[in-house]
């Protein structure tokens, strides 16, 4: 595709139940990074990935959250458990390679946990 | 205190007017981000510097590595700019580190 999308673009679910957002970066680009922007908050880095490479998991906030990246492209962010304090929208980047290079932005996915 | 700062938070402006927003960094970066986010959320990479200053039609983006200061300029501001923007720090490992935004309004 000619940028990065993201699915779903919606997400209502229930306080306890677990998610999947699915990213699906740019064709060749090695880095993807996994963002959350909570409502009239800044935007906070979750995970990186570059290419074979062990993830960057540093920003991850809790260890509800996880993330894959199957061969190199799809990328899935997980959390189990959903609490109210989730709900945010979750940006999907993805740049060439790592270090300097501009990082394209897909639509995000909007959470609302109940 | 944020290890990137901005300011304005808020930003009102009549069309026409030439606009600043101001980026301060605590960290060592390896490059400064400039983002747009468009009322309906999507994001927009507008400029990414190491050094030195970057044109792209009225926008401008100027960094003062010793200063650990950013700032983006528009020139000819118009309605269509308002958003968000957004500075972020590309530190370690290419995680980026974000300001709090700056809203843009320009009014026609």
């Known amino acids: 595709g000619a940028g990065v999308s993201q699915s779903p673009s919606n997400k209502v679910t229930e306080k306890g139940k677990d998610v999947e957002l699915r990213c699906d970066p740019i064709?060749?680009?090695?880095?993807l990074y996994w963002y959350r922007q909570s409502l009239g908050q800044g935007l906070e880095f979750l995970i990186y990935f570059q290419g074979n490479s062990a993830p960057d998991k540093s920003g991850l906030p809790s260890d509800r959250f996880s993330a894959e990246r199957t061969g190199g492209s799809v990328s899935t962010l997980t959390i189990q458990r959903t609490q109210q304090e989730d709900s945010a929208v979750y940006l999907c980047?993805?740049?060439?390679?790592?270090?300097?290079?501009?990082?394209?932005f897909g639509p995000g996915t909007r959470l609302l946990v109940l | 205190k944020n290890e990137v700062e901005q300011s304005p938070q808020n930003l009102t402006a009549q069309e026409g007017e030439f606009i600043t927003i101001n980026c301060s960094y605590s960290v060592g970066i390896s490059a400064l981000h400039w983002l747009q986010q468009h009322p309906g959320g999507g994001i927009v990479s507008l400029f990414m510097?190491?050094?030195g200053k970057k044109k792209h039609g009225r926008l401008i983006a100027t960094i003062n590595i010793q200063e650990k200061h950013s700032s983006l300029h528009i020139t000819a501001s118009h309605p269509r700019d308002s958003a968000v923007y957004i500075c972020a720090a590309e530190t370690s490992g290419s995680r980026l580190t974000f300001g709090e935004g700056t809203q843009l309004t320009v009014n026609p």
């Open positions: 980047a993805s740049s060439r390679d790592s270090a300097v290079e501009t990082q394209y």
């Open positions: 510097l190491s050094s």
């Open positions: 064709s060749g680009h090695t880095a």
